[in-house]
Each structure stands twice: as structure tokens, then as C-alpha cells.
């Protein structure tokens, strides 16, 4: 009799250790399954030369890029560019990330249209001779020789908040306003039509790496952004 009991209580030990270690890997799995997991391992390992773009920024784009990749609308998929609204215009808040190797290849200035604000960005517009920047998702494309020198056109994805920027002539391009030296004379950034704006110096290297369908996304914690994109709304999923 005493035997029988003692099989038993081996047999039920057995089982719950094996249950156990069947949820634990379980919730590895998961873990390394998780696409939010997978961002926040990303975000960790970008290499330290320059400062981090925030977490929020960086995860909405990487998500919102993913969603472009698999709509086929990307071609150049190595690149993701964040420009950040949310910080003033005095702060470098544009980053060019090559997503192969997880690094940090540019972080610069970057102006925001004249009706959009002063120092700070606060409202944004997709309609044309509006003189306001625009939010979300866009894809880079042909290069051409303007005004301002080489320029980069680009295509807005979203519908309703983005989808005029050719029609608006939405292109990154360089202008002595959107330097250090304009910076240290007027306490700001000068600002563009719409268009966001570099260092002439940076100008060149960062549209010959982004051109051809790579994913700019530019970020402002605005709700109403939010509850109007498909790509915003698809991330935060």
C-alpha cells in the first residue's frame, strides 16, 4: 500500500514539474514571439553615437514600416527615417536609422513649416498653401536639382493627413535656416512652406542614402493623427 502511494506521489510531481517547464518555455516563446519585444530588443541595441530617438517614436515607426514592407511599397527597406515634432526646433530631432545593422547613421536639425509654429511645432495641415507640416507615414522618392539644391520628393501614405505632399511639393531639401548658426542668432530654427528642411552640410549624405522608397516618419503625439491612421491605429495593435 505504501508503495502504490509513493508511485503516485512521483507520478504527480513528474507531471507538474513537466507542466511547468511546458509554461515556461511557453512564455519564452511568447516573449520572443512578441513584436513589441522584438522593437524593445531593437531599440536597446541601437549602437550609442548619437542620442536615442524616444521609445514611442521609434517603436510607431518601426511597426509603421513593417506595415509599408508588407504592402509592398517599400524598396529601399534598410532605412527608417524619425523626425520628431514633439521636440523644439533648437534640438536635433530628425535620425536616419539603418535597420540592418541597428545604427544611428545621422541625427540632425530639421525645420517644420512656418504656420506649424514658432520654436515648437503645435498644428500641422495636408492642405496645399497651407505652410504647415504635415504628420505620419511617408515614402521617399525621386531626387531632382531645385532651388535648394539636390531635393528629395516625397509621397504621403495616409489619406486625409498626408496624402497631398507632392501635390504641396513636400520635399526634403536643404536651407541655411535650418543650422546652428541660425539657431545661436534667432533662438530658433527658421521655418519652410511645409517641407522638412536640413543642414545644407548633412543635406546631400542623407537623401542619397534614403531616396528610392524608404519610410520617413515623422512623429507628433497628436490624437487626432492617431484616431485618423490606419498606420498609427495597425501599430498600436
Known amino acids: 500500500m505504501q508503495g502504490t502511494i509513493d508511485k503516485r506521489l512521483i507520478f504527480v510531481v513528474v507531471i507538474f514539474f513537466l507542466n511547468l ?3 515556461s518555455l511557453g512564455k519564452e516563446s511568447e516573449k520572443q514571439n512578441n513584436p513589441s519585444n522584438n522593437i524593445l530588443t531593437a531599440y536597446n541595441s541601437l549602437t550609442p553615437e548619437y542620442q536615442r530617438p524616444s521609445f514611442e517614436a521609434f517603436r510607431l515607426g518601426m511597426k509603421g514600416k513593417q506595415n509599408l514592407m508588407e504592402e509592398g511599397k517599400l524598396k529601399n527597406n534598410k532605412y527608417l527615417t524619425l ?3 514633439s521636440l523644439s526646433s533648437t534640438q536635433k530631432r530628425l535620425w536616419v536609422i539603418d535597420c540592418d545593422s541597428l545604427k544611428i547613421v545621422q541625427h540632425t536639425l530639421v525645420a517644420h513649416g512656418k504656420n506649424t509654429g514658432e520654436n515648437k511645432a503645435e498644428k500641422f495641415s495636408n492642405i496645399p498653401q497651407s505652410n504647415m507640416s504635415s504628420l505620419g507615414f511617408f515614402v521617399t522618392g525621386e531626387t531632382y536639382h531645385g532651388k535648394h539644391g539636390l531635393s528629395l520628393r516625397l509621397d504621403g501614405v495616409e489619406p486625409g493627413i498626408n496624402d497631398k505632399a507632392r501635390e504641396r511639393a513636400i520635399v526634403i531639401h536643404a536651407a541655411q535656416y535650418a543650422t546652428m548658426q541660425f539657431v545661436n542668432k534667432h533662438g530658433r530654427l527658421g521655418r519652410s512652406f511645409g517641407c522638412p528642411a536640413l543642414p545644407p552640410e548633412k543635406n546631400k549624405t542623407i537623401i542619397q ?3 528610392n522608397k524608404s519610410c ?7 490624437e ?13 495593435s
Open 21 to 23: 517547464g511546458q509554461t
Open 83 to 85: 523626425i520628431d515634432f
Open 209 to 211: 542614402s534614403i531616396k
Open 216 to 222: 520617413v516618419f515623422i512623429y507628433y503625439p497628436e
Open 224 to 236: 487626432s493623427y492617431f484616431s485618423l491612421s490606419e498606420y498609427a491605429s495597425q501599430s498600436k
